[in-house]
C-alpha cells in the first residue's frame, strides 16, 4: 500500500491537490474535514457535537477523528492506498494511526509539507471564505484561530514523522498546476 499524508497549515491547498492526486494515483481520499461536514449535514449526533468545535476553529477531540478513519480503513480493506488531508492533526492522532496501519501491515510511505506563507494563507482563505459557504471559513478570526490551533497543535505531527524520515518539504506557492507538478514527483520517487 502507498500511504500519503499532505500536510500543511489551513489554506495552503490540501483538498485541492488531493482531489488532483488521488485521481491521477488511484488513492482513497480521507479527508476528516469532509466527513466531519457530511456528519454535520446529516445532523448525526457526531456532527452536531462536532459542529461546536468547528465554528470556533477548535479541534474535534481525538477518539471522534481516530474512530472515523478507523471504520473508513475497515470500510475500504482493498484500497492500494490512502492519502490522509486534514489528518493527523495531533501527535496522539498520529500515533494512534500508525497503530492502526500497522494493524493492517501498512505505514505511512511520505507525508508531503506544503509550504505557504501566513499572509498567502489569510488571503487565501479570506477568498475561499467568500465562496465555500464554511461558517469557519467565513470570519477573519476564527481563521486566525485556527492558525494558532495548528501552530501549538498539528506542527509536531511534522516533526513525528521527521523523526521517521518521512516528510518532503513542497514549496505550496504559485498556480495549482506547478503546485501539482512539484508533489506528484515526490510521489513519483516513492511509489515505485
Ligand atoms: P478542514 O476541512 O480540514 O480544515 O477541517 C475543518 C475543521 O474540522 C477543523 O478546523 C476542525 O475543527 C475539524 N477537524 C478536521 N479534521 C480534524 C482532525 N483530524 N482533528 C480534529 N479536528 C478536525
Do not use: W
Amino acid at each position: 500500500m502507498f500511504n500519503l499524508i499532505l500536510f500543511g497549515p489551513p489554506g495552503s491547498g490540501k483538498g485541492t491537490q488531493s482531489e488532483k492526486i488521488v485521481e491521477k494515483y488511484g488513492l482513497v481520499h480521507l479527508s476528516t474535514g469532509d466527513l466531519l461536514r457530511k456528519e454535520r449535514q446529516m445532523k448525526t449526533p457526531l456532527g452536531i457535537e462536532a459542529q461546536q468545535f468547528i465554528d470556533k476553529g477548535q479541534l474535534v477531540p481525538d477518539e471522534v477523528v481516530i474512530g472515523m478513519i478507523s471504520s473508513a480503513l475497515d470500510a475500504n480493506a482493498e484500497a492500494r492506498g490512502f492519502l490522509f488531508d486534514g489528518f493527523p492533526r495531533t501527535e496522539a492522532q498520529a500515533e494512534a494511526l500508525d497503530k492502526l496501519l500497522e494493524l493492517k501491515k501498512s505505514a505511512i510511505s511520505l507525508v508531503l509539507f506544503l509550504e505557504v506563507n501566513e499572509e498567502e494563507l489569510i488571503s487565501r482563505l479570506i477568498n475561499r471564505g467568500k465562496t465555500s459557504g464554511r461558517s469557519d471559513d467565513a470570519d477573519e478570526n476564527i481563521q486566525r484561530k485556527r492558525q494558532d490551533v495548528y501552530k501549538k497543535e498539528t506542527l509536531p505531527v511534522a516533526a513525528h514523522y521527521s523523526k521517521l524520515k518521512k516528510v518532503v518539504n513542497v514549496d505550496g506557492m504559485g498556480t495549482i498546476d506547478e503546485i501539482f507538478g512539484r508533489l506528484s514527483s515526490q510521489i513519483e520517487k516513492k511509489i515505485r
